[in-house]
């Protein structure tokens, strides 16, 4: 009898189907097509022949044709340079970051110095300062420095991010501060057990922080824009904007371009999705 009894409450109701249910899954695919449709858009105007994009009402499901790209390639000559431009930038400074950040971030959460807790505020405290008041003095020392017009310009003020180290901060202080301790006691150096421990468990968050940093300078516009001066040093975003002329706005072109440079995007995340999901539901609870 208590074996049946145990047996019993072992075991789970199943799962009832009710109406809140039901409303919370409508919901949350009602929000999901919402957000999609602009993405949906984008890539339907891309295919959408000229006259055909500024139609009034709009057709969902339109002809589809190639004329924008073949006129974005005839147009654009520069177009593989914008992007390869993205690409060296992106990466670049998706690299420094996933060093520079991590290092700074190992360092506030296991290491102890005098004014630590003062300096990691200090450092925190200036995310309140809008990018936008930094740029005519970064803008000056570019210049002094004779950058403008490389990619250099574009590169060197994003190697580390105030947001990324505290990410990283926050996700290494879950990390056991034992096997440091036995790193060290194995023999292994400092630089050792940050390339050896720390990096290889922090994968998840890292995953997180390059998804971050990607999508935010592969779409970075303003900066750019503002350094790159001749056609073939402009990224992707910089480019496509130069597509709109002063008088008229050829929408299927401009969409065509801003299809293919999402894609990228689009695929990075796919491909690094499981780690970012990890590294945001790890970093959100501190075991």
């Known amino acids: 009898m208590a074996l049946s009894v145990a047996q019993n409450a072992g075991r789970q109701a199943p799962s009832r189907v009710t109406a809140p249910r039901i ?4 919901a949350l695919i009602l929000t999901t ?3 999609l449709f602009p993405m949906y858009w984008m890539f339907v105007t891309a295919f959408t022949p000229t006259q055909d994009t500024i139609k009034t009402p709009p057709d969902l499901f339109p002809h ?3 004329s924008n790209f073949e006129r974005l390639f005839a147009q654009a000559r520069d177009y593989w340079a914008w992007f390869a431009n993205s690409v060296i930038i992106t990466l670049g400074i998706t ?3 996933l060093i520079f950040d991590t290092l700074s971030g190992y360092a506030f959460a296991k290491k102890r110095f005098p004014g630590r807790n003062i300096l990691f505020w200090v450092i925190i405290s200036t995310l309140m300062i809008p990018p936008q008041v930094t740029l005519v003095p970064l803008y000056i020392v570019v210049q002094n420095f004779n950058l403008r017009d490389s990619l250099w310009a ?3 003020p994003g190697w580390a991010n105030v947001f990324g180290i505290f990410l990283m901060r926050q996700y290494i202080q879950t990390l056991p501060t034992e096997l440091e301790e036995a790193g060290r006691i194995d023999g292994c150096s400092e630089p050792g057990i940050f390339w050896r421990i720390i990096l290889p468990l922090s994968k998840p968050a890292l995953a997180a922080l390059a998804i971050f940093t990607f999508v935010r300078f592969w779409n970075d516009f303003l900066w750019p824009s503002m350094v790159l001066i001749k056609s073939p040093s402009y990224t992707l975003p910089v480019g496509v904007a130069s597509l709109q002329t002063e008088f008229s706005t050829d929408y299927g072109l401009i969409f065509a371009g801003s299809a293919l440079a999402a894609l990228p ?3 990075f995340f796919l491909a690094f999705q499981k780690y970012f999901l990890e590294g945001v539901r790890a970093g959100a609870v501190k075991g």
């Open 23 to 26: 409303l919370m899954w409508v």
């Open 64 to 66: 589809a044709d190639l």
């Open 265 to 267: 995007m689009i695929l």
């Open 154 to 156: 574009v590169i060197l």
């Open 33 to 35: 097509l919402i957000s």
């Open 95 to 97: 690299f420094f970051h």
